[in-house]
T-cell receptor, first 108, second 117 residues
């Protein structure tokens, strides 16, 4: 099955800074999703992005399927952006394979 | 439209006891998935239902875990008997459809935090 690697594992920012989170996958994927796990443990869907670029407010994501990576951009970060960001891909089956996550801390 | 719901939100049980987790998918979603995150590790797939049928149960760790989806609506995941290593967060997800060559967004529930003492 596919393997998903995320970097960096930890990221500390000051409020207002921009950041880029990366997700590499070992094989082609039919689906790629980005999630934010909030402090209460809930997984919040950010993007369904098997290819191309999408934007939602201060967040945007780009997936380059041919090169097997996806990027999540956070601009003008806020303390409420803190938490763990996961990417997950689907290869030949329906199941999502998750990376280990990037823990983001935004300080005031 | 209501999202995926899970019950209970927390469960604390002793080793050897039985626990049943419930998941109600988004109405109209044929696909239902169970995942879990045990301490310090990544979120891992357990199984996938299409309506009431088990499509893929390759992630089920052992025969102490039993999942059902009666009538293709809600699903239950029973752990019997529970062991210490079963502690973690159990997530349920649903998606509307998944064709052979395409997939759809999986929407996750809030999870059930299971603690086995």
């Amino acid at each position: 099955g596919i393997q998903v690697e995320q970097s960096p594992p930890d990221l500390i920012l000051q409020e207002g800074a921009n950041s880029t989170l990366r997700c590499n996958f070992s094989d082609s994927v039919n689906n790629l999703q980005w999630f934010h796990q909030n402090p209460w443990g809930q997984l919040i869907n950010l993007f369904y992005i098997p290819s191309g670029t999408k934007q939602n407010g201060r967040l945007s994501a780009t997936t380059v399927a041919t090169e097997r990576y996806s990027l999540l951009y956070i601009s003008s970060s806020q303390t409420t952006d803190s938490g763990v960001y996961f990417c997950a891909g689907q290869g030949g089956s329906e199941k999502l394979v998750f990376g280990k996550g990037t823990k983001l801390t935004v300080n005031p | 439209e209501a999202g995926v719901t899970q019950f209970p939100s927390h469960s604390v049980i002793e080793k050897g006891q039985t626990v049943t987790l419930r998941c109600d998918p988004i109405s109209g979603h044929d696909n239902l998935y169970w995942y879990r995150r045990v301490m310090g590790k990544e979120i891992k797939f357990l199984l996938h239902f299409v309506k009431e049928s088990k499509q893929d149960e390759s992630g089920m760790p052992n025969n102490r875990f039993l999942a059902e989806r009666t009538g293709g609506t809600y699903s239950t995941l029973k752990v019997q008997p529970a062991e210490l290593e079963d502690s973690g967060v159990y997530f349920c997800a649903s998606s509307q459809w998944a064709r052979r060559t395409s997939t759809d967004t999986q929407y996750f529930g809030p999870g059930t935090r299971l603690t086995v003492l």
